[in-house]
């Protein structure tokens, strides 16, 4: 999950040597480094690719700063800016990603899967459009309404590129895919339909079509009973599910047999002690058919390190020590 790294004194030590957060990304040894820390530590069963979900942005030509304190800043597109995006060269552009899942490869025992992944085309467009992270994207959705030509051309070259940057990170070695549609709350049916399914089903096919047979996991974070719909419609192998979601009842309604993963309440881990317990034993005793432990959403820089260990001994094992 996002910012993984950041409770660990191993991924801030490399943080620390990096010009800033993008030229991190860039950097193929220290993002191969920081994608092993935790498989190294923890011996959870996968690792995820370091990059972050803005650097499709950049390989379409739009400027992205990562501003410590504040988060991503973009330069906000306007329709008269949507033509020149570089859609054909944006997987190219970004290349070093796939130096580092060589890398990974390389060091990865060969039981561990390693995760690549792309942002969904509405959650990297709420970026490009409102130019930061926003509380409710009111400003992207309306822009979705408004320009709606506009935005139809803004998620095709989403779409396009982000196909063949998954496309990419197959072919260099990831062996799950994932899609983050990590804004997927508050979305009308109608709008859910055009912004995320369309778009999301789209890049499975252009993936599937250049013959990539890798899972792909889709997150669409808070999505509600549209995420039943993306299940069924989108074409994704499994299912992320956030924390806001029953498992016992979301299974009912997924395609039989769908595997899924989640949903740990990330504000659970942070506590600790007796709450955390209890929350990682509801999810497992919630959960019915193909299941992978995982946390709803991602992790905080004061979560505990011997937390994260009782976590997955209590997952593994049956108890662990929590503090
Ligand atoms: O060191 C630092 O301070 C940078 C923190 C950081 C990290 C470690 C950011 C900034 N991104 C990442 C890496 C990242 N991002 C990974 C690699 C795995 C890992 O290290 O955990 C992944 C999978 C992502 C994906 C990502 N980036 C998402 C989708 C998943 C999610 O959490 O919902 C999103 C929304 C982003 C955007 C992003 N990246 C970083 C920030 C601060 C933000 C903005 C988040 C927001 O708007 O709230």
Sequence with gaps: MRQAGRHLPEYLAVRETAKDFIDFCFTPEKAAEVTLQPVERYDMDAAILFADILLIPIGLGREVKFIKGVGPVLNPIEPKDIAKLTINSAA???????????????????DKALIGFCGGPWTVATYMIEGRGSPNKEVAKRFAYENSEAMNDLLEALTLSSAEYLINQAKAGVDVLKIFESWAEGLSPDLFERLVIKPTKKIISLVRDAGIDNPIIGFPRGAGLNAVRYAKLTNVT?????????????????????PYQGNLDPLALRVGGDVLRKAVQTVIDTARGPHIFNL?????????????????????MGEGNYV
Aim: cysteine-free; overall charge positive; proline content about 7%.
């Design 92 to 110: 190219d552009k970004i290349s070093p990603v796939y130096d580092t899942i060589n890398r990974v490869k390389r060091r990865l025992n060969k």
């Design 238 to 258: 499994g299912l992320a599910i956030g924390t806001d979601t029953p498992l016992d009842t979301v299974r009912d309604y997924l395609p039989e047999n769908m």
């Design 296 to 316: 709803g959403h991602g992790v905080s820089p004061d979560v505990k390190i011997e937390n994260v260990h009782a976590v997955i001994n209590h997952v593994r």
